[in-house]
């Protein structure tokens, strides 16, 4: 059985930093791309920043030049460096990986963390 594991979230000042993680376990054959999302209250999840497995990213918009993203494939874990926290950015992120499971003949599939939350204060 595939998990992803987020761990990092918690309650942090404006203008503070935390580092996600999330490591992914299991019977895994290949990951390939990794991302974070969140959903803030009331809102829709919301792509944060993902990752392929040679390591070209794409970063929303939104936390450009605040947030990266990386991975360690030999750990199977993606991590999230958010710097210049923003009340804005609270929210519950998300992990999620496109795995391959048990052998090449797999086909891959879509898996997601249960969330860790992201508070900032003002």
């Known amino acids: 059985q595939v998990q992803l594991v987020e761990s990092g979230g918690g309650l942090v000042q404006a203008g503070g930093s935390l580092r996600l993680s999330c490591a992914a376990s299991g019977s895994i054959f290949r990951i390939g791309a990794m991302a974070w999302y969140r959903q803030a209250p009331g809102k829709q999840r919301e792509l944060v920043a993902a990752?392929?497995?040679?390591?070209?990213?794409n970063v929303a918009d939104s936390v450009k030049g605040r947030f990266s993203i990386s991975r360690d494939n030999a750990k199977n874990t993606v991590y999230l460096q958010m710097d210049t926290l923003k009340p804005e950015d609270t929210a519950v992120y998300y992990c999620?990986?496109?795995?391959?499971?048990?052998?090449?003949?797999?086909?891959?599939?879509?898996?997601w963390g249960k969330g860790t939350l992201v508070t900032v204060s003002s």
């Open positions: 999620n990986a496109a795995i391959q499971a048990a052998n090449a003949f797999t086909p891959p599939l879509n898996y």
């Open positions: 990752i392929t497995s040679g390591l070209s990213t």
